[in-house]
């Protein structure tokens, strides 16, 4: 009876350890995966504030010329 006993422990420990494997094979892809997002949006962040920027300075060579435009018209224009 005894043989049964430990025969049956034994098999008990090696499901417990597959278990354990792959629950730590999944934890390690969910960190991999979570690695990869942060990285994804740390590059969105950096394309978006590239574009807000570029954005930004598009609309101020805009307004300068539109008060360029303005200063001919009402022969304000600095030109001597």
């Given at each position: 009876m005894k043989i049964l006993?430990?025969?049956?422990?034994?098999?008990?420990e090696e499901w417990t350890e597959s278990a354990?494997?792959?629950?730590?094979?999944?934890?390690d892809?969910?960190?991999d995966m979570a690695g990869d997002?942060?990285?994804q949006a740390q590059r969105s962040?950096?394309?978006?504030a590239g574009f807000l920027q570029?954005?930004?300075e598009q609309m101020v060579n805009m307004a300068q010329g539109a008060i360029d435009g303005m200063k001919?018209?009402?022969g304000m224009n600095d030109k001597k």
């Open positions: 006993y430990w025969g049956g422990q034994g098999k008990a354990k494997s792959t629950a730590n094979a999944a934890h892809k969910a960190c997002s942060q990285g962040k950096e394309e978006n570029q954005t930004g001919n018209t009402l």
